[in-house]
Nanobody, 115 residues
């Protein structure tokens, strides 16, 4: 069983930056996929970015060039660096890890982009 805890959300002005963290309670080194999703009020949960087997990174078109996903296996932590934030990036951000055939989700962290 792996528990995931996100942090780093908050209120930021348009054009600003935030770095989200997702700390895992156990080793995530052998994960097949580690990623971030987001859900705006009244909307479905959407894919944002992921690191898949082999270290390949994948991004949603809406965040390409602005967001960067990375991980630190020694710290069992997944990150999402978000730059040039826009109001439409406002959402609850969730990390998701697929490990040993199971899918684990964090509880989410709120990101609000507003002036």
């Amino acid at each position: 069983q792996v528990q995931l805890v996100e942090s780093g959300g908050g209120l930021v002005q348009p054009g600003g930056s935030l770095r989200l963290s997702c700390a895992a309670s156990g080793s995530i080194f052998s994960s097949h996929s580690m990623g971030w999703y987001r859900q705006a009020p009244g909307e479905q949960r959407d894919f944002v970015a992921a690191i898949v087997t082999g270290g390949t990174t994948i991004y949603a078109d809406s965040v390409k060039g602005r967001f960067t996903i990375s991980n630190d296996n020694a710290k069992n932590t997944l990150y999402l660096q978000m730059n040039s934030l826009k109001p439409e990036d406002t959402a609850v951000y969730y990390c998701r890890i697929i490990l040993g055939g199971f899918v684990y989700w964090g509880q989410g962290t709120q990101v609000t982009v507003s002036s």
